[in-house]
């Protein structure tokens, strides 16, 4: 076992060991500060590894690892570490939704079983829309033993047997309730509006166009170079290895995985309209309300939120072996990623993109 104040060692001897090409296209300075808050929160959150991606003014200018990326065989994390995206992967279903609905081949205020048959009718009438908003009324996860499910499910439409008998929790619209399991409908939804399996459709119509070669579902038994491996802290504070889990039941709200890198080239994408037109992106950037008027905190896809008076658009992702966070400001072409193999560690992440996105935007006057 690894006590956190012998891994501050190796995450010190680390940082100065591994210094990416990449590093140079961003001034000393601010690599310099970035570096001391990444420390900081690897320290205080006991977190093996860690790598960071950071666009400015829409392209990618920086990414590293820090850490190790298997703690057992002493790899090193590097910006080319592959780690579960975890409920980051909503954003991508969401993009795929709102291109067909782009093309008129998905009506987002259909009833869902238009396109998802496989999912049945239930007490009421429930929508795309509603589900990309997290508004449906469909459940989360029922256990911690659904949660850490390791059987394989073939397909998306095999996935819905986890939960599509079960009744909605309240009237479609009247209340919000976070919920993966209606990214798995949407997910069903996008196969029956484009006629292709939901990860070959991914990829042609996202990951490709973006120019992602990284990203992929996330497959437990295949091998995946720069995989890396996950942990959890146990309660006497010692490092332990994360539990089995499949994802294979929720690929389109949490079974993808991805480099840092592949993540900011998705980024890109979505700000710059190589996905979905501006428009599109209103509508996914605008806060959702229920039906009394009262605003909820997402958009279709996306956590919509504010930093220094400005709009910042961002998802978070958490589940066995990972904890990861994408977050942009849309407005200044900025976007921050960072991915660590560590569960329950969100809240650090959080807030190590926003002190991040701060350094960047700081002028030489602020600093």
Request: net charge positive.
């Amino acid at each position: 076992m690894i006590r956190p104040s012998a891994m501050r060692v190796v995450l010190c001897l680390l940082l100065l060991a591994w210094v990416p090409a990449s590093a140079q296209t961003l001034p000393a300075a601010k690599i310099e500060k970035i570096e001391k808050e990444i420390t900081a929160t690897m320290s205080q959150q006991s977190i093996p590894g860690l790598s960071v991606a950071v666009v400015i003014d829409h392209k990618l200018r920086w990414s590293n690892g820090y850490g190790l990326a298997d703690v057992e065989n002493n790899v090193p994390a590097k910006a080319a570490t592959v780690y579960r995206l975890g409920s980051i992967s909503k954003t991508i279903t969401a993009v795929a939704v709102m291109q067909l609905a782009e093309q008129g081949k998905l009506n987002l205020d259909a009833p869902i079983q238009t396109y998802c048959p496989a999912f049945p009718q239930k007490q009421w009438p429930i929508t795309a829309r509603l589900l990309l908003g997290h508004l449906a009324g469909v459940r989360h996860y029922k256990n911690d033993a659904e949660f850490s499910s390791t059987r394989h499910y073939n397909s998306v439409v095999e996935g819905l047997e986890m939960f599509k008998d079960d009744p909605l929790l309240f009237e479609p619209g009247t209340k919000f309730n976070y919920t993966t399991h209606g990214y798995t409908v949407l997910g069903c939804a996008v196969e029956g509006a484009s006629g292709m399996k939901f990860g070959d459709y991914v990829r042609a119509r996202i990951f490709t166009p973006a120019g992602m070669n990284r990203m992929r579902i996330d497959e437990v038994t295949e091998i995946i170079p720069n995989r890396a491996q996950g942990y959890v802290k146990a309660a006497d504070g010692t490092l332990r290895n994360s539990e089995l889990a499949d994802t294979s039941y929720k690929i389109p709200g949490g079974g993808f995985c991805s480099t840092v890198e592949d993540l900011a080239r998705f980024a890109i994408a979505v700000q710059t309209g190589a996905l979905v037109k501006p428009a599109t992106l209103t509508q996914m950037w605008t806060k959702q309300k229920t039906r009394d008027g009262n605003a909820t905190t997402y958009g279709l896809g996306w956590q919509i939120s504010e930093h220094n008076g400005v709009k910042d658009v961002s998802h978070g992702g958490a589940q066995q072996r990972v904890s990861t966070y994408l977050y942009m400001i849309p407005e200044r072409g900025l976007a921050v990623v960072a991915m660590a193999n560590m569960e329950n560690v969100g809240g650090g992440l959080n807030k190590l993109t926003r002190q991040i996105a701060d350094i960047l935007l700081a002028t030489e006057a602020q600093q």
